[in-house]
T-cell receptor, first 115, second 111 residues
């Protein structure tokens, strides 16, 4: 069973517009969420994170929103740029039992930003 | 400061062969991880280590072994390669914060 779900395999937006990538989770024990960005033939790179005690975190063009009651988070990119074209992974931190700090990843959403 | 390095970048194995995927980090991180990523799927945790001499299984450990004799190195061993192990393998490390730093990956094909 998937504990972290990214239901949109792909998303296409126009340069300059907003990109919204969504992520749902099922485990209420997750207490920290991260977004990673991955270009082809490279490893994932950390983008932005949010603690479960917050509902928003901003870093430049990137903002992550967390709705705990809905077990939903979203990544907003404004304005979108062609260099943002990549696969974006949502990840949730496991912080119980013996697995402190381990991450569970969604399947990813491929973002294409068209000039 | 090279971060997390992985070798080789690519490898083709025959069924039943064995190999070791190398991973090294120069950030003095205690935590290290091995993931595999299959096409269209997220990263699945194979094994992890919380420090030298300590390793534990992740979600998909079958067919793999690891060791952690030093803080810097965390090799992943495949003993009897199977087609189901065709995947891209990523190594990662982290310090006490939650951000994991990933290597560039090893693309493995088992024929």
């Amino acid at each position: 069973d998937q504990q972290v779900k990214q239901n949109s395999p792909s998303l296409s937006v126009q340069e300059g517009r907003i990109s919204i990538l969504n992520c749902d989770y099922t485990n209420s024990m997750f207490d920290y969420f991260l977004w990673y960005k991955k270009y082809p033939a490279e490893g994932p790179t950390f983008l932005i994170s949010i603690s479960s005690i917050k509902d928003k975190n901003e870093d430049g063009r990137f903002t992550v929103f967390l709705n705990k009651s809905a077990k939903h988070l979203s990544l907003h990119i404004v304005p979108s740029q062609p260099g943002d074209s990549a696969v974006y992974f949502c990840a949730a931190r496991v912080n119980y039992g013996g697995s402190q700090g381990n991450l569970i990843f969604g399947k990813g959403t491929k973002l294409s930003v068209k000039p | 400061n090279a971060g997390v390095t992985q070798t080789p970048k690519f490898r083709i194995l025959k069924i039943g062969q064995s190999m070791t995927l190398q991973c090294a980090q120069d950030m003095n991180h205690n935590y290290m991880y091995w993931y595999r990523q299959d096409p269209g799927m997220g990263l699945k945790l194979i094994y992890y280590s919380v420090g030298a001499g300590i390793t534990d299984k992740g979600e998909v450990p079958n067919g793999y072994n690891v060791s952690r004799s030093t803080t810097e190195d965390f090799p992943l061993r495949l003993e009897l390669a199977a087609p189901s192990q065709t995947s891209v393998y990523f190594c990662a490390s982290r310090a006490s914060t939650d951000t994991q730093y990933f290597g560039p990956g090893t693309r493995l094909t088992v024929l």
